[in-house]
């Protein structure tokens, strides 16, 4: 049962380009949305995050869209930069007293190319 | 601050053998995590304490994992025998008590498990 299902699987833009990740989920318990960034031979790092009650947030060139009716989120980076080249995920985390815990999507490999 | 520490980085063992993963999650940090990551399943959770009591282990495979936090500086995960189907690469992350501002997993870099 995948929860959090993200597409696409591995992306190849430009430099200076767009990317585009998307998620989506089912779980209407779901509060919390963050971005995960992990480089190889590293551990995923937060990136961005978004609650949804807004249906957008920006911080620098990396923006998350959120569409509650659609229960679908997006990653975008302006201007692609060959060092955002990494692997993406999206995460959702359900709401609830006790229940911490992310439910990840199976990421995306971004590649950048000059 | 140091961030999760997880040892060894890498590991190679043979089938049967036992192997103990360790991590020390950040000072002041209430929950800890355990995730496993491969290619087919993508990041899984394992197993995650509140305050060193383990509050949820569904995720743990099967009866040769276990996992403990004898402290709230220390936990470690054991399999035992371990198989080649438990190579991948093994995270513990730490998160502070969840509140109005700050609700992220802090990670480490990971135990690269490989099961000949």
């Known amino acids: 049962q995948q929860q959090v299902k993200q597409s696409p699987q591995s992306l190849i833009v430009q430099k200076g380009g767009i990317s585009i990740i998307n998620c989506a989920y089912e779980?209407?318990?779901?509060?919390?949305f963050p971005w995960y960034q992990q480089f190889p031979g590293k551990g995923p790092a937060l990136l961005i995050a978004i609650r949804p009650d807004v249906s957008e947030k920006k911080e620098g060139r990396f923006t998350i869209s959120f569409n509650k009716s659609a229960k679908q989120f997006s990653l975008h980076i302006m201007d692609s930069q060959p060092g955002d080249s990494a692997t993406y995920f999206c995460a959702a985390r359900e709401a609830g007293a006790g229940s911490y815990q992310l439910t990840f999507g199976k990421g995306t490999k971004l590649s950048v190319i000059p | 601050d140091a961030g999760v520490i997880q040892s060894p980085r890498h590991e190679v063992t043979e089938m049967g053998q036992e192997v103990t993963l360790r991590c020390k999650p950040i000072?002041?940090?209430?929950?800890l995590f355990w995730y496993r990551q491969t290619m087919m399943r993508g990041l899984e959770l394992l197993i995650y304490f509140n305050n060193n009591v383990p509050i949820d282990d569904s995720g743990m495979p099967e009866d040769r994992f276990s996992a403990k936090m004898p402290n709230a500086s220390f936990s470690t995960l054991k399999i035992q025998p371990s198989e080649p189907r438990d190579s991948a690469v093994y995270f513990c992350?730490?998160?502070?008590?969840?509140?109005?501002?700050?609700?992220?997993?802090?990670f480490g870099s990971g135990t690269r498990l490989t099961v000949v």
């Open positions: 779980n209407t318990a779901f509060d919390y």
């Open positions: 992350a730490s998160s502070r008590r969840p509140g109005r501002g700050y609700y992220g997993y802090t």
């Open positions: 000072s002041g940090h209430d929950y």
